[in-house]
């Protein structure tokens, strides 16, 4: 649980709830680390192109899926659909489809259940974002 911060579980948004959890210190408790995790694990990146480009799920580097599989297509740094491939529109930082991008107003999208729960983005201006950087260090080996 989030200890100190379970209570805001039910009166925010889980968009807010992440952006405050990850602006007082996440890697610094285990606890919140693997609720985030756990919140996060399953959901879709998809990018804010013309196409929604499936950009793969936030899960268990063994998924083929997984954008933590670096022998998978989303995972790969030679995938044209990978955001760890820094030459490709998904995840060059000069690319307005990338989470790298700290400008861009078009950052993937994390989708759960339907519904976007937060961007996947280096640009601090949005709301509600989390960086692919300090994603893969909290959940890569916690999924």
């Not at 879709?44 to 013309?50: F, L, M």
């Not at 268990?60 to 670096?70: A, L, T, Y």
């Not at 740094?77 to 955001?83: D, G, L």
Request: net charge neutral; with cysteine; charged share 15%.
């Amino acid at each position: 649980m989030l200890g100190p911060l379970a209570g805001l579980a039910t009166s925010m948004g889980p968009r807010l709830l992440l952006g405050v959890v990850c602006a007082i210190g996440l890697a610094g408790n285990a606890a919140a680390q693997s609720d985030v995790c756990q919140r996060l694990s399953g959901a879709s990146i998809i990018a804010q192109d013309d196409d929604n480009t499936f950009l793969g799920t936030i899960s268990s580097k063994f998924n083929g899926k997984s954008i933590f599989n670096e022998f998978g297509t989303y995972g790969s740094e030679f995938s044209a659909e990978s955001i760890w491939n820094k030459f490709s529109q998904f995840g060059s930082e000069f690319s307005a489809y990338s989470p790298f991008n700290k400008f861009s107003d078009k950052p993937p999208l994390i989708v759960k259940g339907g519904k976007m729960i937060a961007y996947l983005s280096a640009n601090k201006t949005l709301q509600g974002v989390i960086s692919a950087h300090l994603l893969k260090a909290l959940c890569e080996d916690e999924l």
